[in-house]
């Protein structure tokens, strides 16, 4: 099984407008042993599962086991999926996540935390449009957070 094609065809599916089967598939995936025993697997499937979820605890639970899973993964294996990636790249965006996650949930306090962790991290962006995103996202919850830059 070609677990990163599994993912991407269940998010697609859920881009398309097919949520439910699509959430359906990605529990599915993540109950599979081939997943529970990589850790790369792991953190690609939650962070996005969560952005499929409905309600935003329910998201949190899912960033949360994105970023269990990241401390778990090393640039060796990141690079093994592909040549650029390194593991440390992947923090800035699931401390966004996280931020705006308990933002929601009117946790101000860890909100602020992940946005301090996320622009401590932004170094390790690269210098691209997904970079620029990521970035701007920051700036997007520094903003309603109050929070100066």
């Known amino acids: 099984m070609d677990v990163m094609a599994e993912i991407g065809a269940a998010v697609e599916l859920g881009h398309a407008g097919g949520v439910e089967e699509a959430r359906r598939r ?21 962070h996005y599962a969560a952005d499929l979820e409905p309600e935003t605890a329910d998201e949190l639970r899912w960033d949360l086991r994105a970023l269990a899973a990241a401390d778990e993964v090393t640039d060796e294996r990141a690079r093994a999926h592909h040549a650029s990636l390194s593991i440390a790249g ?8 996280l931020g ?15 946005l301090d962790l996320g622009r401590g991290a932004l170094s390790e962006l690269p210098d691209d449009e997904y970079g620029g ?13 109050g929070v100066g830059s």
């Not at 992947?90 to 996540?97: E, G, K, V």
């Not at 705006?100 to 992940?114: E, F, I, P, Q, S």
């Not at 995103?133 to 957070?145: N, Q, S, Y």
């Open 133 to 145: 995103l990521i970035r701007h996202g920051f700036e997007v919850l520094a903003e309603r957070l």
């Open 100 to 114: 705006d996650d308990y933002r929601r949930l009117g946790d101000l306090d860890a909100a602020r935390r992940y």
């Open 26 to 46: 990605l529990a599915e995936l993540w109950a599979d042993p081939v997943v529970q025993e990589d850790p790369f697997h792991r953190c690609t499937l939650a």
């Open 90 to 97: 992947f923090y800035p965006s699931l401390y966004l996540n």
